[in-house]
Structure formats: structure tokens, C-alpha cells
């Protein structure tokens, strides 16, 4: 790839393995037993999670990959370069102004930082039926730093994961739709700075005036061509109904199988709101982590009211198409959707 323009996630594999910072301290026997036990849960998580939420009945349960931090990453870069640097010829393509591997090692300092913090992950564009990826060192340090009991901590986190492999499994088409999404995205990239640069001053002077700055997402959208706002603005939703949904089934499925799940979910909760250093605090900005928090309340929000006021068999319409997945008016107002997909 060198200096074609597009970044080398070769490059920032390497480099992000060589930044992130090691792991708690553990025996071999210590190790050993969390993989175990990480990979036994998830396969036991997935029989619950398919009861509660209707999906995926009959399908087959893939093995999951119980990885450390630089593992986390290689795989990472691997599927953000099947997500955003492959055109539809299969060449290598790339739009941004990080290029090569000056921007390889930027992406690689990127994900070290957040190779400390992903619990785990599905990977919906690896492998023929997707990849989940459970990152064994955090999971260890989380559970120590909040003095959780390991075993119901480990398949605490697996309902979460698991609940979005069945997503994706029984919905084969939200892969797509995320992939032909995110192609819209990188459409607009070629745009002529001076434009996205007096969109974004517009929207500085407009945040100025209503005292709403935003934040790092709204002045993300204000850079964007109206193709490229409403591409985000689906993202966004999608993510956002995602998180919820797995939350919402965490908390369904965790009573009966979960011993402890009260005081994982307040220690959890907790650990999501506390205070950060300044420098922690800007990059989980620039990186979209306090966004992400955001989805998880708000779209567990939505999918407890949905489900609460037409069960949960109705609420899986939402899976049918792209035109039955919610708008972004819609996370806020669930009667809205109810209205107009279920009528």
C-alpha cells in the first residue's frame, strides 16, 4: 500500500501490538483456566439468549476466539480493512488523508488504546459466519478491579456478545447494510476541504448560538454532505438499537443464570460513569467511546418500552429489513415505530 493514500492496517497491526500496554499479571494456570472458562460460556450463553430473544433458532454455534490485546488488534485491522479500504473490484482503495503507514501508525496507536479497554466484540466480516472475539486480559482486569465472582462476571460479559452474533447470524443482511453504509461514508471523502471546512464553521457559530455544542459526533456530522449526514445518522441508530438489545436481553437472561448479576450491573454502571483523567477524557471523545456509552442507554431505553408494550416476538419486525429498523426520531419516541412498522 505505501504511499497509495490509504492506510496500511498491516503496518497498524504491528505497530498497535508493539503499544499496548500488557495485561494483568497471571500464572499459566490462571491463563489457562479464563480461556477455558471464557470459551465453555460462550456456548453456554447462547442457549439462553436465543430463548429470550426468538433468533437464531437451529443455526449452529460457532467456537469463539479467546485472544489477548495484540491479538484483539490484528484482528481488528483486519476487519476495518475489509470494512473501508476495499472497492468493489476487491483492489485496495482508500480516500483519506492518512495514508500508507504514516497513517498505519496513527491507526495503530488507535486501537492499542482501545485494545485495553473491548471486553469483546463479534466481527460480523470475518470468516463465513462472522467471528467473536472475547479479550481475555480485560476481562480478567475488570473483574478484578471491581471484585466481581469470575465465572458470573465471564458469562455475564458472553450474553452481551452472544446476543450480538445472534443478531447478525439470523439477519444476514445487516452485514451488508452496515458494509454499503459505511461505502456511502468514504463516497463523500474526495469532497473539497474548503466545503466540509464552512460546513463545520456553520455549525460552530450555529452550536454557539443555541448553546448546545454537540459534541464530538454532532461536529463529526457538520463535516458531512447531506449523503454522508444521513449515512452516519444510520450508523448511529443501528449501533445504537445493538448495544440496546443486548442490554436488554443481558438483563432478561442474567437473573436465571447469573447469580451475582446485581452487583455486576451497579459495579458495571458505575465503572461506565466514573470520572476520567483529562487525557482519558479527550480520547475517549475522539474516539466516540462516550457516544458509544450513550447507545447503550438510550437503545436499552427503546427496546424495553418496544418489547414491554408489544412483546418481544413482535419487537423482532425490527429485523426484517432496513425499513424496519428504527429512525433516529424514532430512539426517543419508541410509539413511533410502533406505529409505523407495526401498525
Wanted: proline share 6%.
Amino acid at each position: 500500500m505505501g504511499d497509495s493514500g490509504v492506510i496500511d492496517w498491516g503496518f497498524a497491526a504491528r505497530s498497535g501490538a508493539r503499544l499496548a500496554p500488557s495485561g494483568p499479571k497471571m500464572t499459566r494456570y490462571t491463563e489457562d483456566a479464563a480461556l477455558a472458562e471464557l470459551a465453555d460460556a460462550s456456548v453456554r450463553a447462547e442457549g439462553p439468549v436465543r430463548e429470550v430473544t426468538g433468533l437464531a433458532d437451529g443455526l449452529p454455534v460457532p467456537a469463539a476466539r479467546v485472544i489477548d490485546r495484540p491479538e484483539w488488534i490484528e484482528a481488528a485491522s483486519e476487519s476495518m480493512r475489509h470494512l473501508v479500504s476495499v472497492s468493489d473490484d476487491g483492489s485496495d482503495e482508500g480516500s483519506s488523508f492518512l495514508g500508507g503507514k504514516p497513517g498505519g501508525l496513527q491507526a495503530g496507536a488507535m486501537l492499542a488504546f482501545l485494545s485495553t479497554a473491548i471486553l469483546g466484540q463479534y466481527d460480523p466480516f470475518t470468516g463465513p459466519d462472522g467471528t467473536l472475539l472475547l479479550v481475555a486480559p480485560n476481562i480478567v482486569a475488570v473483574e478484578r478491579s471491581l471484585r466481581l465472582r469470575p465465572s458470573d462476571f465471564r458469562l455475564w460479559v458472553c450474553l452481551h456478545e452472544v446476543t450480538h452474533r445472534v443478531q447478525f447470524s439470523s439477519s444476514p443482511w445487516l452485514a451488508t447494510y452496515m458494509k454499503d453504509t459505511v461505502g456511502v461514508l468514504q463516497d463523500g471523502a474526495d469532497e473539497p476541504m474548503s466545503d466540509v471546512v464552512a460546513r463545520l464553521t456553520e455549525a460552530v457559530r450555529a452550536r454557539g448560538r443555541s448553546g448546545d455544542d454537540g459534541g464530538i459526533i454532532g461536529l463529526l456530522r457538520a463535516t458531512q454532505a447531506p449523503a454522508q449526514q444521513e449515512a452516519l445518522d444510520r450508523l448511529l441508530v443501528l449501533g445504537t438499537l445493538l448495544e440496546g438489545h443486548a442490554d436488554h436481553v443481558m438483563d432478561a437472561v442474567g437473573p436465571a443464570v447469573v447469580p451475582s448479576v446485581t452487583a455486576i450491573r451497579q459495579a458495571f454502571d458505575r465503572r461506565r460513569t466514573r470520572k476520567q483523567n483529562p487525557v482519558q477524557r479527550i480520547l475517549r471523545a475522539l474516539l466516540g467511546m462516550d457516544a458509544k456509552m450513550a447507545q447503550y442507554v438510550r437503545g436499552k431505553a427503546f427496546v424495553d418500552a418496544v418489547v414491554e408494550q408489544v412483546g418481544m416476538e413482535q419487537f423482532n419486525t425490527i429485523w426484517t429489513d432496513a425499513d424496519t429498523l428504527p429512525l433516529m426520531s424514532e430512539i426517543e419516541s419508541p410509539e413511533r415505530w410502533t406505529a409505523r412498522v407495526l401498525g
